[in-house]
C-alpha cells in the first residue's frame, strides 16, 4: 500500500484545514486508519484513528471537539478535518494503516505502510 497524504499548509490560528490520504496499490476498505503528528524536536503523536467501516473513531484528548477523521472506502482515501487550530498543531501529519483487525490502536508501532506527510503550520 503507498498512502499520499495532502492538505497541509499555513493558516492562521482558528482556521481550518482538510487533510487527505489517498491509498493505492491495495484496497484499505478492511483496515483500521491513522492520523499521527510529529513536531520539530518531538515524538510522533497520536491524533486519530477510524475503523475499517468507520463506525468507530478514536481522538486523542488534545484534539477532540476540534478534529474529524471520517473515510470513503469508496475513494480509498481517509481525511481529517481540522478546526480551530492552535500553533500547537503545528506538526508534519501522517496517515498510516493499522496492522490488525481487533480494536484500534493509538501506538505508531502497530501501524504500517506510512504516508510521506504533510506539513501543518499554524500561525498565532
Known amino acids: 500500500v503507498q498512502l499520499q497524504a495532502s492538505g497541509g499548509g499555513l493558516v492562521q490560528a482558528g482556521g481550518s484545514l482538510r487533510l487527505s490520504c489517498a491509498a493505492s496499490g491495495r484496497s484499505i476498505s478492511t483496515y483500521h486508519m491513522g492520523w499521527f503528528r510529529q513536531a520539530p524536536g518531538k515524538e510522533r503523536q497520536f491524533v486519530a484513528a477510524i475503523s475499517w467501516n468507520g463506525e468507530n473513531t478514536v481522538y486523542t484528548d488534545s484534539v477532540k471537539g476540534r478534529f474529524t477523521i471520517s473515510r470513503d472506502n469508496a475513494k480509498s482515501t481517509v481525511y481529517l478535518q481540522m478546526n480551530s487550530l492552535k500553533p500547537e498543531d503545528t506538526a508534519t501529519y501522517y496517515c498510516?494503516?493499522?496492522?490488525?483487525?481487533?480494536?484500534?490502536?493509538?501506538?505508531?508501532?502497530?501501524?504500517?505502510?506510512w504516508g510521506q506527510g504533510t506539513l501543518v503550520t499554524v500561525s498565532s
Open positions: 498510516a494503516v493499522q496492522r490488525d483487525w481487533g480494536r484500534i490502536r493509538v501506538v505508531g508501532a502497530s501501524y504500517d505502510y
